[in-house]
């Protein structure tokens, strides 16, 4: 079946770098997306790999290796506001659908 | 207004009431999808319209009805819903996936009760 794991929750350090981790199993793959929602919020884009190797877009990077079916959001200089929930996302096939995971919240600390 | 609206954007209904979920997009888009959002699940996907036309029914049930009058507009018709349906429902647009980057811009959503 499709699925998508990722961490329930993730806890760092304001100004510290973290690590949000994606492991799929789709029966195809297009490209691996980033969300950000905030609470109460709705899920904003953050990025979409398509090829393998790393995309840098300020603080944010994310990385993808389609051969471990695996992609990674970096997060840089990490600041309170990024306190929220990270989705990622399969397109897997050439239709319009995305398959989610079930998202990982990611608390900062002082 | 700009990006995707939705209204309203709180709703508390009985089982028995009928009512709609309105999404606009503003974006010049031609897909608009419906998602369910619950705590701590996946998005569930549950309809997609493409140009106006459906192409996607996740096993929705039927007291989920779907209409897309044109592009920019898309709704959720309710009626005869059960508490476990209570969820923040999602509208969210997208332009033609073929063009490489792939995105979907969300609506705030609607956060709804059934009571």
């Known amino acids: 079946g499709q699925s998508l794991e990722q961490p329930s929750e993730v806890t760092a350090v304001e100004g510290a770098i973290v690590q949000i981790n994606c492991t799929y199993q789709t029966s195809g793959f297009y490209g691996l997306s980033w969300y950000q929602q905030h609470d109460g919020g709705a899920p904003t884009f953050l990025s979409y790999n398509a090829l393998d190797g790393l995309e840098e877009t300020g603080r944010f990077s994310s990385f993808l290796s389609r051969s471990d079916s695996y992609g990674y959001l970096l997060l840089q200089e990490l600041q309170m506001k990024d306190s929220a929930s990270y989705f990622c996302a399969v397109r897997e096939d050439s239709n319009y659908q995305l398959i989610w995971g079930a998202g990982t919240k990611l608390i900062i600390k002082p | 207004e700009t990006g995707v609206t939705q209204t309203p954007r709180h709703l508390v209904m009985g089982m028995t009431n009928k009512k709609s979920l309105k999404c606009e997009q503003h974006?010049?888009?031609?897909?608009m999808y419906w998602y369910k959002q619950s705590a701590k699940k996946p998005l569930e996907l549950m309809f997609v319209y493409n140009f106006k036309e459906q192409t996607e029914n996740n096993s929705v049930p039927s007291r989920f009805s779907p209409e897309c009058p044109n592009s920019s507009h898309l709704f959720l018709h309710l009626h005869t819903l059960q508490p476990e349906d209570s969820a923040l429902y999602l509208c969210?647009?997208?332009?033609?996936?073929?063009?490489?980057?792939?995105?979907?811009?969300f609506g705030p959503g609607t956060r709804l009760t059934v009571t």
């Open positions: 969210a647009s997208s332009q033609d996936p073929s063009g490489g980057v792939y995105e979907q811009y």
């Open positions: 974006l010049g888009h031609n897909a």
